[in-house]
């Protein structure tokens, strides 16, 4: 089910798997405000249908923040993530390594400093991710 569309993201759900899928954007040439309100708009989503799983597709993501605004810019959205009940996140990872290397680097932090309060997994493949978020649903 299509919850959400905009130009920069489009949120998909499936009911019956409790997942919402990503399809994290090229950020090339958006301003921190646009992906500010797109984060918004998925963190509302996860709160209003109670999502627990949460797969992000960040395969041909690509964005012209430096690296300081960039892991700023995860370190917030962690945050926010650990405001919601989300149990799993899968996320399907680039091929750059130094991007990969500021999502660990905030994904440490954040649960440094928050505890993050969800299991989360890169992963290469789709059906590799999907099949671990519906592990041990109740």
């Known amino acids: 089910m299509l919850l959400h569309k905009d130009g920069l993201i489009e ?32 963190i509302d989503t996860l709160r209003h249908y109670d999502i627990k799983n949460l797969l992000i597709d960040s395969r041909e993501s690509k ?15 962690s945050e926010y993530l650990t405001s919601t009940r989300l149990k799993k996140m899968a996320r399907l990872a680039t091929t750059d390594l130094n991007r990969e290397n500021i999502v660990d680097y905030a994904v440490g932090e954040t ?7 969800f299991e989360i997994r890169n992963f290469a493949d789709e059906a590799g991710a999907l099949k671990w978020l519906r592990e041990n649903q109740n």
């Open 111 to 117: 649960n440094n400093r928050l505890g993050i309060t």
């Open 63 to 77: 964005t012209d923040l430096d690296n300081e605004e960039h892991l700023a810019l995860m370190l917030r959205f």
């Open 11 to 42: 949120l998909k759900y499936d009911v019956v798997l409790d997942i919402l899928s990503l399809k994290w954007p090229d950020m090339s040439g958006m301003t921190l405000p646009e992906i500010e309100f797109s984060l918004q708009k998925l």
